[in-house]
């Protein structure tokens, strides 16, 4: 076990393609809320700000913080630009995780499940060697392989077992409320005005056995997922299901970049081995298009 | 090579330990995480999450109104709703409601946390009424909603919407706000259960979670 662990990054496809995900979407973040900084994040912002423990613990109010938000900012600016350059291997994202700590309580209001998952990848970024592509300087290898393979290894499952671990919570948390276990839940979320994504949700609920068949089936891809997932046989059949799941989230109840995390996610249960075998198969085939093109 | 086993053995616990305590305090509320209160404080003061996704689905539809009166005048005020035309803007921008949405998480999270709040003064003075002699405590439903209304209005969320009363007023143009009284009321309209879907005779199932005092700007 230990020796698997340590031989090889297992993570080294996919990880750098996340940590450039995470930094556009962290900058589309930046840009959506531009509208809206003077009433979030600056001095004479209307959101009442709850106690920062990424603050408390460098003893800095979180008045000093809005008033000189646009220097903070610059700051986590900065830093996104050096993760996504791969500047700083484990100090910038530690550095980042912070900083988005902190512009997450000064926003706290506006966050999503999403939001709340992002911060734990950027965490579990803080091991991951994810510089081997996307990179202006390349990892090396050298005496302390081995430690840095371990971490990398332990970082990248950290956000397998996260997703499992958020799937299973709320499918336990599903089961134990009365519409989920009756199988009218969907009905609740997709009629309802703040999910309410296409003029079609409220034919769809008018449906029965659309109702039932969706509650049910969310209940037991979450359920199934954290176990399933590690079999190799049925890992793809997952992998679609979850997918189909975040997707119909996503156009259904309007919850987009929330879904679209999730669904990123679900690349790292793909190994190094599987990845290089679609990019291979890909690569043919846009060679081919290439060539019939031409 | 001492050393470098030793390390990795070291990786390996902290990792354990790690997560073995996020599982612990991710759970719902057991006998052990309510043993480890103290130790589940200070995990969630950097760790915080929650996963309950619409675990209990929304039943309703939240309505929240600025009431503005005149001081001088009581027959004088202005009355704003502002969820149900932010809704309805959301749904027909989507997927290019990013304004919207992010309205829509500032109002509707300060609406749950004040009927979060409302809950948990009520389950407080249930507490007490267990612990003590209930004669000792005025457990009246005018008293329940006085504490309440006492409590909601020192939250950081209702400062947040008397902020943002504040910001309603000016963009609607009201002069003089000093000359005027603001009022919070926050509203739920139930969704009909799933079994009358299709009937057109339910009635809108209406309730009031919160009305605050009257505020001056």
């Known amino acids: ?294 | 090579m001492f050393m470098k086993r030793l390390n990795i053995y070291i990786v390996i616990v902290c990792f354990i330990f790690y997560w073995s305590t996020t599982i612990l305090f991710v759970t719902p509320k057991n006998y052990v995480t309510i043993s480890l209160h103290k130790q589940e404080q200070f995990f969630n003061t950097f760790f915080f999450q929650k996963w309950s996704f619409f675990a209990p689905p929304p039943k309703y539809n939240d309505r929240l109104f600025f009431r503005y009166e005149s001081k001088i005048d009581s027959t004088k005020f202005f009355l704003f709703e502002v969820i149900e035309p932010l809704q309805r803007r959301k749904s027909k921008k989507a997927p290019f409601n990013s304004s919207e949405d992010i309205l829509d998480y500032i109002l509707s999270s300060t609406i749950m946390s004040i009927s979060d709040g409302l809950i948990a003064v009520n389950e407080s003075i249930n507490y007490k009424i267990s612990k003590e002699d209930s004669l000792n405590i005025d457990v009246t439903i005018k008293n329940r909603i006085e504490l309440g209304k006492k409590y909601i209005q020192s939250l950081p969320s209702f400062r947040t919407l008397k902020k943002y009363g504040a910001f309603i007023a000016e963009k609607n143009n009201i002069e003089n706000i000093e000359l005027y009284s603001m009022t919070i009321k926050i509203i739920q309209v139930g969704i009909p259960k799933f079994a009358f879907r299709n009937s057109n005779n339910q009635k809108d199932l209406i309730k009031i979670v919160f009305e605050s005092d009257k505020i001056s700007l």
Not at chain 1, 2 to 9: A, H, P, V
Not at chain 1, 87 to 99: C, D, E, N, S, V
Not at chain 1, 266 to 289: A, C, D, P, Q, V
């Open chain 1, 1 to 294: 076990m230990i020796e698997k662990l340590t031989s090889e990054n297992r993570f080294k496809f996919y990880s750098p393609y996340l940590r450039v995900f995470i930094c556009l979407y962290l900058f589309k973040d930046i840009f959506i809320m531009w509208e809206f900084n003077h009433i979030i994040y600056e001095s004479n912002s209307f959101l009442i700000p709850e106690i920062s423990p990424y603050l408390n613990f460098l003893k800095i109010d979180i008045a000093f913080i809005r008033d000189y938000f646009y220097l903070f900012y610059s700051t986590y600016i900065l830093l996104i630009i050096l993760f996504l350059l791969g500047i700083g291997k484990r100090i910038t994202p530690f550095l980042l995780f912070w900083a988005l700590g902190i512009i997450q309580t000064l926003s706290w209001l506006t966050l999503n499940g999403g939001d709340n998952m992002l911060k734990f990848i950027v965490l579990y970024y803080v091991f991951i060697d994810s510089y081997s592509k996307f990179s202006l300087i390349k990892s090396k290898q050298n005496g302390n392989s081995k430690i840095s393979n371990l971490l990398s290894n332990l970082g990248g499952y950290s956000i397998c077992f996260h997703l499992c671990l958020v799937y299973f919570i709320s499918s336990i948390h599903k089961i134990h409320a009365d519409v989920w276990f009756n199988g009218v839940a969907t009905y609740y979320i997709l009629i309802s005005e703040r999910f309410n994504g296409t003029p079609l949700n409220a034919q769809l609920v008018e449906s029965g056995l659309f109702v039932t068949v969706t509650t049910y089936g969310t209940i037991l891809i979450e359920l199934a997922f954290p176990f399933l997932i590690w079999n190799k046989q049925i890992k793809f059949l997952l992998i679609i299901l979850a997918l189909c799941l975040h997707l119909g989230i996503a156009i259904f109840m309007m919850l987009y970049d929330f879904q679209i995390l999730f669904i990123v996610i679900l690349g790292f249960f793909i190994t190094n081995r599987e990845w290089e075998y679609f990019s291979n198969k890909l690569n043919k085939f846009m060679r081919s298009y290439k060539l019939r093109l031409i």
